[in-house]
């Protein structure tokens, strides 16, 4: 237990649904991401949040729809997505997201196939 | 972009030691960070470098040199549950983190 909680940790959904992916950190930390992670890619970051404000979209497709309610927790709403958007989608939080050594904590990730 | 290197595979001997080479070119540095990563599981913290040298803790050590844009991860008194993927990760001048796409090191009994 890394003090990241992610659900669920595995989701199928079809191409036409809607879904959303959820995150909760119990670590008191300010600033929450959102990362793609593919079989042997690195891990591409999509979204960061700092004191609830989205700070970085790193040109992600509009089909993935971010909401940071609080500083605990992050969402992840998916709509008409594609096979290619199967990966494994991984929540952090830091205490802060400039200088200083900042270590991400990671959840154990949300494991997704679309069909 | 930036662009971290590291190898895909590793495979070494119980007990062994084992160094996982990192080479990164980005524009300016702020950090290098490694994580390992089990099957199924979330990444996590393992060590941190911004200045040139050696961080050891316990069995795993983390080398740096900014001149060289060369990093390494020695793993040593290799265990069994050491088996996982170990992720390199670089800061930029603007903070932003990005990472390479791991080594999977396979510990054989």
């Known amino acids: 237990e890394t003090g990241v909680t992610q659900t669920p940790r595995h989701l199928v959904m079809g191409m036409t649904n809607k879904k959303s992916l959820k995150c909760e950190q119990h670590l008191g930390h300010n600033a929450m991401y959102w990362y793609k992670q593919s079989a042997k890619k690195p891990l591409e970051l999509m979204f960061v949040?700092?004191?609830?404000?989205?700070?970085e979209n790193n040109s992600v497709p509009s089909r993935f729809s971010p909401e940071c309610p609080n500083s605990s927790h992050l969402f992840l709403h998916l709509h008409t997505l594609q096979p290619e958007d199967s990966a494994l989608y991984l929540c952090?939080?830091?205490?802060?997201?400039?200088?200083?050594?900042?270590?991400?904590?990671f959840g154990a990730g949300s494991r997704l196939t679309v069909l | 972009g930036q662009n971290i290197d590291q190898p895909t595979e590793m495979t070494a001997t119980e007990g062994a030691i084992v160094q996982i080479n990192c080479t990164y070119q980005?524009?300016?540095?702020?950090?290098l960070f490694w994580y390992q990563q089990h099957a199924g599981e979330a990444p996590t913290f393992l060590s941190y470098n911004v200045l040139d040298g050696l961080e050891e803790k316990g069995r795993f050590s983390s080398f740096l040199s900014r001149s060289k844009g060369y990093s390494y991860l020695l793993l040593k008194e290799l265990q069994m549950k050491d088996s996982a993927s170990y992720l390199c990760a670089v800061r930029d001048e603007d903070y932003k983190l990005s990472f390479g796409a791991g080594t999977t090191v396979t510990v054989r009994a």
């Open positions: 952090a939080s830091s205490q802060g997201t400039g200088s200083g050594a900042n270590v991400l904590t």
């Open positions: 949040y700092n004191f609830k404000e989205q700070t």
């Open positions: 980005t524009s300016g540095f702020n950090g």
